[in-house]
């Protein structure tokens, strides 16, 4: 689970949106501070920048870098320290930024949030090394005892809230190693570098510090942790709040688990702490000890400003590793004795979790946070533990949950023990579909996804009624905003939930394709189609082929269906004023854009683009066909064509020869796959290779799909899939089904034994009955499309195989207005994008199902040998 969509769904209940997008006058939930909305004397300017206000007096010119000071500031004293902070800068006409609303400032802070950005409320802009002495001096000494959540990022002035950082004062970008664009700062030769924004504080390896900071470095350096009586052997992982570490009592030479809580950080829904969190799993396992079902408390103890608990280590597995492992869906065709099997096994899970919540509620404590990752498992399957009681309540039948999983997030009127019984319910269907994470978009959703399980699966009549009955009690149609249809709630059948079903084909292109038109909002200026978060991460997100208003219309217009001219105009004009920053790439900035702008008919404004981005300095962009050479490549040469511009041939070339010098002297691509692997590579130079018929072109090819094929292990059933450490990947954007794609199209060209043989073991990494996500480039989606295109033929790829394919991606639908529509990445909120949502998912069944070959881009559907 990715942790950082859980703060886009705060402002809208159907789809991902920007945090700073709810109401922030003073009757809305993210109301701002009283300070911002003070009058600026003449020759200042206020502006919003995402979830920023900033200030700025206007003939105050700023370096583009330098040493920025940060103040840190908890919810109850975040007014009170603005106020200094303003009362301080206005006068001096020394530049300022804020986050604007306890909303927003809780959001940064959450257990979940972004670790590196922790705790900055204020941001103040020195003009030069001399300014920001004196300005930290003085703040340091206006906030004294002020509290404030820790900066990772930064070098901490003293101990109070003040924190300075190296870095960029305007927004400059470059290219990572990984090929993604991330703000950037110059080095000392004047190259744009990657502005490091991690957990952690580092000096640029250029940069010397200023002496003043000396002592704050040294101060920083002086809490180790080598007189405490436990060594720390590994860190399991960190969130906000805190790490959760393997360790050793050497006293007893016992192995541990330490828990970390840092002060005013990692905020829960009710505004508590991660040490109040740790304090009440304290409490909680205190009441608790004994029971064989939770772990033993050893030590409780302070360093530096942290807390400490130190818990027993519990040996096993947690149950989604057993899950994952056992799950006979993952297969192709399981028999039914495997289904048995596993339904028995799930069914006595369920029961032995069930029991060990009626334990700890026998003691008065409720969880509150229960789901597949806080279950701990022996490795014989005869017992279970749970885990993390930072959220539990004890005596307190009264209580709301405050943390929770996505899956398992109980409804607002639920209290008590009664939000256990919720989870409870949720897991009996996980167990079997974990999909749950679609309830927070349609509580109705659960009978669909009980169904699907009976039908997949030998479950009693009657086990899992009860569950539905649990998740739907209190919930009404009309209460699901915008997500349920009147057919969602009608007989029980598979078929009643959604509108159309899916190979109803027109019909269910009609019905999504209405879905997407009743999303759109052309009238916003960042966004016109709701989508992935990703549409908020870079400039001119709204717009892109992978997540915005292009892929939508590409999609739309390959499945010949009802255009949308309003959103046509807002492609338009999103290309006239573009944001400083924005990407070239083609899924994610101009070179998609200007592709998809020439096939809608608007070749002008396409060649205006095409313009823009031969301007950008093109060195340092990534390799990948996602945003980087491949990607833009493939896009001139396209447009070479189409516009007769011949020129862009050459460019593409370029691209080309580029691509092929890095894969000679540079380090391999750090990841696998279609969108950012070595195969983006194998494409380009294969659609180079149909124009200019240079078998060189085909020798790259075949060491770059060799390239990626050497990351790919044989999987469950003889699937090849990419290797990615902890887990394998089977999906088109990210795992081996890209790959497979373009092996087919490599071998419509040339014979080859090895990848003849891998292209073989990629389709059946495409045939299983459940994937966790419906979306084109990390779901079911993408099969569908692969199954529906390739050229391998033989098992799995027949009309048949592929309609059991397009059934299993209807799990991940909900009706939306009345229409078919999909849930997005981590199933938390629906999303209309290409790369994750409906238009994706619609691109795919008009593989299958469209009376003319529809594909993406660059990949036609391949011609024989």
């Not at 159907?14 to 909305?37: I, K, M, Q």
């Not at 030769?189 to 991690?198: C, H, K, Q, Y």
């Not at 009592?249 to 508590?272: I, N």
């Not at 799930?346 to 008065?364: D, F, K, S």
């Amino acid at each position: 689970m990715n942790k950082g969509y859980a703060v886009y769904c705060d402002a809208d209940r159907t789809f991902y949106d920007a945090p700073h997008r709810l109401r922030t006058d003073e009757s809305g939930p993210a109301a701002s501070y009283e300070t911002t909305r003070r009058e600026l004397p003449d020759g200042w300017r206020r502006h919003n920048s995402g979830d920023w206000l900033a200030f700025r007096p206007i003939e105050c010119p700023l370096p583009a870098q330098g040493w920025k000071i940060h103040v840190s500031a908890c919810l109850g004293n975040a007014d009170k320290v603005l106020a200094a902070v303003w009362d301080y800068c206005v006068p001096r006409r020394i530049a300022f930024k804020c986050v604007p609303s306890p909303y927003l400032l809780h959001t940064r802070n959450a257990k979940y949030a972004e670790r590196a950005g922790s705790g900055k409320f204020v941001t103040v802009y020195p003009a030069d090394d001399g300014q920001c002495q004196s300005i930290a001096t003085d703040l340091a000494a206006l906030l004294a005892g002020e509290p404030g959540p820790y900066i990772l990022s930064d070098l901490r002035w003293g101990e109070g809230p003040v924190y300075l950082r190296y870095g960029s004062f305007t927004e400059r970008n470059c290219h990572d190693e990984r090929g993604e664009l991330c703000p950037a700062i110059e080095d000392d030769t004047g190259t744009l570098v990657p502005d490091r924004r991690e957990p952690t504080f580092r000096l640029p390896p250029w940069l010397e510090l200023p002496a003043f900071l000396g002592p704050h470095l040294a101060a920083r350096s002086a809490t180790t942790v080598g007189e405490l009586p436990y060594k720390i052997e590994r860190a399991l992982h960190f969130s906000n709040g805190g790490g959760v570490y393997i360790g050793r009592d050497l006293r007893t030479d016992e192995q541990v688990v330490l828990k970390e809580a840092r002060p005013h950080a990692g905020l829960a829904a009710d505004g508590a702490d991660a040490v109040t969190r740790l304090e009440r799993e304290r409490d909680a396992l205190r009441r608790l000890s004994g029971l064989a079902c939770t772990p033993e408390v050893h030590d409780w103890f302070d360093l530096g400003e942290h807390k400490f608990l130190v818990l027993e280590f519990i040996q096993g597995s947690p149950l989604n590793t057993f899950f994952a492992h056992r799950h006979p869906l993952i297969e192709t065709d399981p028999s039914p004795e495997r289904l048995a099997e596993y339904t028995q096994w799930a069914m006595r899970v369920y029961t032995l979790v069930e029991n060990a919540v009626a334990q700890i509620h026998a003691r008065g404590v409720v969880f509150n946070d229960l789901h597949l990752f806080n279950i701990m498992m022996s490795e014989d399957e005869s017992a279970v533990t749970l885990l993390d009681f930072e959220a539990a309540a004890v005596d307190d039948e009264s209580g709301r949950q405050v943390v929770a999983n996505p899956g398992f997030v109980a409804p607002r009127d639920r209290r008590g023990a009664d939000v256990d019984r919720y989870a409870l319910a949720c897991l009996r269907i996980a167990l079997f579909l974990p999909l749950t994470s679609l309830f927070t978009v349609d509580r109705g959703k659960a009978r669909h996804l009980a169904d699907i399980a009976a039908e997949q699966f030998p479950i009693p009549a009657d086990w899992l009624d009860a569950a539905v009955e649990e998740i739907l009690r209190g919930h009404h149609p009309e209460q699901t905003r915008d997500a349920a249809s009147p057919a969602a709630h009608g007989p029980r059948s598979t078929d009643a939930y959604l509108p159309v079903a899916l190979d109803d084909w027109p019909n269910s292109r009609d019905s999504m394709a209405r879905a997407i038109h009743a999303s759109a909002t052309p009238d916003r200026e960042d966004r016109c189609f709701p989508g992935d978060i990703t549409q908020f991460a870079v400039p001119g997100g709204g717009a892109c082929f992978g997540y915005g208003a292009a892929g939508v219309l590409y999609a739309l217009a390959e499945t010949d269906a009802e255009p949308l001219p309003a959103a046509e105009k807002w492609l338009l004009r999103s290309t006239e004023n573009l944001p400083s920053g924005n990407p070239i790439g083609f899924y994610d900035g101009l070179s998609g854009v200007a592709w998809t702008l020439d096939r809608l008919g608007h070749r002008e404004r396409a060649l205006d683009l095409v313009d823009t981005i031969l301007a950008q300095d093109r060195r340092t962009l990534g390799s990948d066909l996602h945003s980087g050479l491949a990607g833009l490549g493939l896009a001139l040469e396209a447009l070479a064509s189409s516009t007769g511009e011949t020129g862009l041939h050459t460019h593409a070339i370029t691209c080309a020869e580029r691509l092929a010098d890095r894969a000679r002297t540079g380090p391999a691509p750090a990841r696998a796959g279609l969108l950012h692997g070595a195969t983006g590579s194998a494409l380009l130079y294969l659609r180079l290779y149909e124009r200019l018929r240079d078998p060189g072109l085909l020798d790259a090819a075949a060491d770059a799909l060799r390239a990626d094929l050497a990351r790919c292990v044989v999987a469950v059933g003889g699937t090849l899939q990419v290797d990615e450490g902890r887990r394998t990947m089977p999906y088109l954007g990210a795992g081996s089904v890209g790959i497979g794609m373009v092996l087919d199209d490599y071998l419509a060209h040339r014979p080859d034994a090895d990848f003849e043989q891998a292209r073989i073991e990629i389709v059946r990494a495409a045939q299983a009955r459940f994937y966790a996500q419906p979306g084109l480039f990390r779901g079911a989606a993408g099969m569908v499309l692969h199954l529906s295109r390739t050229s391998t033929g033989g098992p799995g790829t027949e009309p048949d195989d592929i309609r059991r394919q397009i059934e299993s991606l209807s799990w991940g639908a909900v009706p939306y207005r009345g229409h078919v529509a999909f849930a997005g990445e981590q199933m938390m909120r629906l999303s209309m994008d290409l790369s994750t949502g409906t238009a994706g998912c619609l691109l795919a069944l008009g593989s299958a199902l469209h009376d003319r070959p529809v594909q993406l881009p660059f990949l036609p559907p391949p011609s024989r040998p």
